[in-house]
């Protein structure tokens, strides 16, 4: 697969359907890798008229690792102290829009999916001429006012697992059925076989731990996203254990003249059977971007 040159770092992407169409960028979350994109949503997405980009976001992947530094505590990062952060969602935002300028995409749909959510915001913030339209998924503001983790949640998150093959992919599937959609249970054998490929991919669960500070120690984004106006999309699970639903509804309540979906039964996860709603709701989001504008007083 191809990599792209970006704020002195390589990003590892793939993508699909005519790169003549326009583009839909895809960021993913924290610790997983551009594989959470499956190939079938992106074939979707790709269907509809797009160019569809998948990437693996530093530290994760096949991209960049950021080697060296302070080891990132979790407990310390909690109580406030982010001096063992390498780097900020700031950064990663300006990885994303290097990686526009490696494309050649002038401007991109961004959907950005839990820590990729807050990417997206983020690149909408210091880069908004390189956005068209936004998707936050299961994301929030960063407050800690709202979105906050069920502490039983967050406890397994920051546990530590296996370092062995099996061991990793039993941990990871225990988290991700904790973390997933009450109403749309997942496929065991295709869970286990993803976390699997993953992990032959790139084991490297440091970067885990790099992401996770990154987010903590870049504070709350309400005021910033108050400035987007794009038109952006907010979907949210209302059963969603890792980033509450007050987070989904907290960011949409900042982006004005954002649309808010909240799906009952779903929780931190892209279940196979909203796919076809969540593309939907995705392209009708592109198409606000390029409707004329409403003539005041009309």
């Given at each position: 697969?191809?990599?792209?040159?970006?704020?002195?770092?390589?990003?590892?992407?793939?993508?699909?359907?005519?790169?003549?169409?326009?583009?839909?960028?895809?960021?993913?979350?924290?610790?997983?890798?551009?594989?959470?994109?499956?190939?079938?949503?992106?074939?979707?997405?790709?269907?509809?008229?797009?160019?569809?980009?998948?990437?693996?976001?530093?530290?994760?992947?096949?991209?960049?690792k950021?080697?060296?530094?302070?080891?990132?505590?979790?407990?310390?990062?909690?109580?406030?102290?982010?001096?063992?952060?390498s780097?900020?969602?700031d950064?990663?935002?300006?990885?994303?829009?290097?990686?526009?300028?490696?494309?050649?995409?002038?401007?991109?749909?961004?959907?950005?999916?839990?820590?990729?959510?807050?990417?997206?915001?983020?690149?909408?913030?210091?880069?908004?001429?390189?956005?068209?339209?936004?998707?936050?998924?299961?994301?929030?503001?960063?407050?800690?006012?709202?979105?906050?983790?069920?502490?039983?949640?967050?406890?397994?998150?920051?546990?530590?697992?296996?370092s062995?093959?099996?061991?990793?992919?039993?941990?990871?599937?225990?988290?991700?059925?904790?973390?997933?959609?009450?109403?749309?249970p997942?496929?065991e054998?295709?869970?286990?076989?993803?976390?699997?490929?993953?992990?032959?991919?790139?084991?490297?669960?440091?970067?885990?731990?790099?992401?996770?500070?990154?987010?903590?120690?870049?504070?709350?984004?309400?005021?910033?996203i108050?400035?987007?106006?794009?038109?952006?999309?907010?979907?949210?699970?209302?059963?969603?254990?890792?980033?509450?639903?007050?987070?989904?509804?907290?960011?949409?309540?900042?982006?004005?003249?954002?649309?808010?979906?909240?799906?009952?039964?779903?929780?931190?996860?892209?279940?196979?059977?909203?796919?076809?709603?969540?593309?939907?709701?995705?392209?009708?989001?592109?198409?606000?971007?390029?409707?004329?504008?409403?003539?005041?007083?009309?």
């Amino acid at each position: 697969m191809p990599r792209a040159q970006t704020n002195g770092i390589e990003l590892e992407y793939e993508a699909f359907g005519d790169p003549s169409n326009p583009t839909v960028l895809l960021i993913m979350g924290l610790g997983v890798q551009m594989l959470g994109w499956d190939e079938r949503f992106c074939d979707m997405l790709a269907d509809r008229g797009f160019q569809v980009v998948r990437f693996d976001n530093r530290d994760i992947g096949l991209s960049t690792k950021i080697e060296g530094g302070p080891a990132p505590n979790p407990l310390e990062l909690m109580a406030g102290n982010y001096s063992s952060a390498s780097y900020t969602l700031d950064d990663m935002a300006d990885d994303t829009a290097g990686l526009l300028d490696a494309l050649d995409v002038e401007a991109a749909h961004v959907v950005g999916v839990s820590m990729g959510g807050m990417i997206g915001q983020t690149l909408t913030c210091r880069h908004p001429e390189r956005v068209l339209s936004l998707t936050s998924i299961m994301s929030s503001t960063g407050s800690r006012e709202n979105g906050q983790p069920k502490p039983e949640v967050f406890a397994a998150l920051i546990t530590p697992v296996p370092s062995d093959r099996e061991g990793y992919v039993e941990a990871t599937a225990n988290m991700f059925t904790l973390i997933g959609s009450p109403a749309y249970p997942p496929d065991e054998d295709e869970l286990r076989a993803l976390i699997g490929a993953s992990y032959d991919r790139s084991h490297y669960p440091d970067g885990f731990l790099r992401q996770l500070a990154a987010i903590l120690a870049s504070g709350d984004r309400g005021k910033a996203i108050a400035g987007i106006r794009v038109p952006t999309l907010v979907v949210h699970g209302e059963d969603d254990p890792l980033i509450v639903l007050s987070g989904g509804e907290a960011t949409a309540a900042a982006i004005p003249g954002s649309k808010l979906v909240t799906i009952p039964g779903m929780g931190h996860d892209l279940p196979p059977a909203l796919w076809p709603r969540f593309v939907d709701e995705i392209v009708e989001n592109t198409e606000r971007a390029s409707a004329p504008a409403a003539t005041p007083g009309a």
